[in-house]
């Protein structure tokens, strides 16, 4: 399978240059892969370059989950995540994914010296 990267999974949700935009369904329609990494650097583009709000950025992660082309690498993992993100928008999205991420692979708590993150079960804040 082939995988996309941040600037085409971000292509396919704004949708704001058409000749890149048609290029990207194209690339897609043959089914590619997204990665943690992609996907969040995605979201962090929503939201630092578009300004897209929680809610709107929780929905692009849904939207590229369930897209038929795409498959989301750890689908369960994500969901976890938007899952908490909706609930604690203030973290943002790749805080829980990590955790999510950790979580899966068994090794927690994580470690962190974010006090908000540090609020979630499994997660410890380290002190200086």
Request: hydrophobic residues 50%.
């Amino acid at each position: 399978m082939r995988a996309v990267d941040t600037n085409v999974l971000v292509r396919l949700v704004v949708r704001d240059d058409a000749d890149q935009v048609r290029v990207a369904d194209e690339f897609v329609a043959g089914d590619a892969w997204v990665s943690h990494l992609v996907l969040a650097g995605t979201m962090w583009v929503l939201d630092a370059v578009y300004e897209r709000t929680p809610e709107q950025i929780a929905t692009a992660v849904d939207m590229l989950r369930n897209h038929q082309q795409l498959t989301v690498q750890d689908s369960d993992v994500v969901a976890a995540a938007i899952e908490r993100f909706r609930k604690r928008p203030s973290l943002g999205f790749s805080d829980c994914l990590v955790l999510e991420i950790a979580r899966k692979a068994g090794n927690l708590p994580l470690a962190t010296f974010d006090r908000h993150l540090s609020k979630l079960g499994d997660a410890v804040r380290l002190q200086s």
